[in-house]
């Protein structure tokens, strides 16, 4: 299912976030790019404070979501976040996604030529994306940067965006991400520039009995237990009349 940021979390919030608690066998792929293109851009759920659109000429003054804050909070059990034009990197992403057995739901940041041009270009652009985005490995470190120099870690429980070879820290002090962990994948979905280097890649991969599996399962324990249905004999049970 191909949708975006304004329909996804606002006026079809509540579909998305029942398939998501279910485990519904669905591939969700949100285009974020902060605005309501479609309807000639009005702001969306995701745009930014301040943001000055036809609907908010003085700028927003509406917190915006998280798309995978909500995603982790509804329980997906694949949730991942890529770039429109890494074309290589989200590929990969979408590959990922496809092969998972449960419900799926990848971020996609979008620029918006029209109503919001330059939606993320200031970490997402070649010169800069290095330095500024952090892809992520599964069981690997944190590291990120041209020169592979910087990576995040942990002070209690804080993320710190850190330099490798200053002040002793060495690449054995950084976070290493862990695709089921829960509280990896929500710090993940709380880093934003330019506080922090933006996560791109798997934040949630997790095997779950989706939906249709817990059904058909309770049809075959009712089935073991009572015998098959007869629905002729259901149709004339309890009270029933003659009509002449």
Not at 23 to 48: C, H
């Amino acid at each position: 299912m191909i949708t975006g940021d304004g329909d996804a979390l606002s006026i079809g919030g509540n579909h998305i976030l029942h398939s998501m608690r279910r485990n519904v066998d669905i591939k969700v792929v949100m285009f974020n790019n902060r605005i309501y293109g479609l309807t000639k851009g009005q702001a969306s759920p995701t745009s930014e404070v301040g943001k000055v659109t036809k609907s908010t000429p003085a700028g927003t003054i509406d917190h915006p979501i998280s798309p995978l804050t909500v995603a982790l909070a509804a329980e997906a059990s694949f949730i991942a976040r890529s770039v429109d034009t890494h074309t290589e990197h989200l590929q990969a992403t979408l590959n990922r996604a496809g092969w998972h057995h449960g419900s799926t739901f990848v971020e996609v940041l979008q620029n918006c030529n029209i109503f919001n041009d330059g939606a993320y270009r200031e970490f997402t652009d070649r010169e800069v994306r290095e330095d500024r985005m952090l892809v992520l490995e599964n069981g690997k470190p944190m590291i990120f940067g041209k020169d592979r120099d910087q990576g995040i870690r942990l002070n209690g429980h804080r993320p710190e965006w850190v330099h490798l070879g200053r002040d002793g820290v060495t690449e054995a002090d950084l976070l290493v991400h862990d695709e089921t962990d829960p509280l990896i994948a929500f710090l993940l979905s709380r880093l934003s520039w330019p506080d922090f280097p933006v996560p791109v890649g798997v934040i949630r991969d997790v095997r779950a009995a989706t939906h249709d599996e817990l059904m058909t399962a309770q049809v075959e324990e009712a089935v073991a237990r009572r015998g098959k249905g007869d629905i002729r004999r259901l149709l004339s049970s309890g009270e029933t009349w003659l009509v002449e």
